[in-house]
């Protein structure tokens, strides 16, 4: 199993669970099995070309998806997934 977690935003969609559990090869796979368990889940993570969104940044372990394989990024048992919202502003 690998630990999912759960930005405050989409907890309303995980019935306010932070942390969740998804049994999958890789991220795609995640993000299918989140799916299944709580529905919403994927359009918010994936846009309609089937890439992750532009706001949303994932990390497996500390590292950027992005920096690794994507959404093809192999996971294992006991590894962590964090849901990270992008975040935008400036200095005021």
């Known amino acids: 199993m690998v630990n999912v977690r759960v930005p405050t935003p989409l907890r309303r969609i995980t019935n306010g669970l932070g942390e969740v559990q998804v049994n999958a090869a890789n991220v795609r796979e995640a993000i299918e099995e989140l799916e299944k368990q709580f529905s919403g889940m994927r359009e918010r993570l994936i846009d309609e070309n089937g890439e992750l ?24 048992p006991g590894d962590t997934l964090s849901i990270v919202p992008a975040i935008a502003g400036g200095f005021t």
Do not use: C, S
Not at 53 to 76: A, C, H, M, S, W
């Open 53 to 76: 969104r532009r706001f949303v940044n994932l990390y497996l372990n500390d590292e950027d998806i992005r920096f690794l394989q994507g959404l093809d990024t192999p996971l294992k």
